[in-house]
């Protein structure tokens, strides 16, 4: 994906269309989640799924404003 402001856009232009705005968010939000490593995610200090994952900040940032348009998602 190379941007998101309505709904996503991609590189390749024929996946634009491909998922509602709202349900896209609420599938990136919901990996997200489980790759920070918390009580939440699937890392070591929450269900120990995964190895830790080092989630970089500004997506942790991103990860946060998608969570707000998604308040009623049970996925965030």
Known sequence: MID??????FKNAKMDSWW????FLS???GEI????DDSFGYGPKGANFIPHVEVPE?????YHRCQKQLVDDVRG
């Open 58 to 62: 500004t997506v942790l940032a991103s």
């Open 27 to 29: 599938l990136v939000i």
């Open 33 to 36: 989640r489980r790759l920070n």
């Open 4 to 9: 998101f402001q309505t709904q996503p856009h």
């Open 20 to 23: 509602q705005p709202d349900y």
